[in-house]
């Protein structure tokens, strides 16, 4: 199902500010093209270059810049979170945005459904070392609690060899099996989302 009034939004969660490369803006801008490809607008936001403060709340005050970003979250019908791998776990600004974005199990819709239902989720994560699955599963956890709905094969990830410095970004093309993945998460997730944009979850007591 494709549909020109589906629209994305890549949170690029990488420790690089702008405008240095990163390896994980790369892939977000991968997965952005490919949705584009599906008649999918996005827009990308390289967390770190904003003041997000630290808390639990959808405004945490002077100076916090996540409401504007939470009003581009909200706006958008798919949610792409893409984060590089340290220590095995998925980057602090990362961990930063799903702590943010735990302020919407408290806020819902005009008919009383949680704010983000009918909204999908996808994941993208770089690294030299494993960690892959434990992040997009930890992502895909809080996202879901959230109230995102997660479509078939919603990841595709890159790790390069143990104890090696060459980065996502800087590979000569992008691995088959990476493409591959990123192609069938994004096919997925423009089906889901054209079917929750019409077929909304009910409301529950």
Known sequence: MESSALTAIALVCTLTPSPDPSSSDLLAD???EALKS?????????????DVKPGVQTDMGEGDAWP??????????ILLVST?????????VASRVVERLDAELSETDADGRPVLYDK????????NEDGAHKISADLFQALNDYGYTIPAQGVSYWNGEAMHTT????????PEVTASALSAAVSNAVHLAGLLKTGHYPKTD
């Open 30 to 32: 991968q997965f952005l």
């Open 38 to 50: 599906h008649g999918v607008d996005g827009s990308k936001v390289r967390v770190v270059d904003h």
């Open 68 to 77: 504007s970003i939470r009003e581009q979250v909200l706006a958008a019908d």
């Open 84 to 92: 590089p791998t340290w220590a095995g776990h998925m980057s602090s």
């Open 120 to 127: 999908v989720a996808l994941v993208a994560v770089v690294g």
């Open 167 to 174: 980065d996502y970004k800087d590979l000569d093309s992008t």
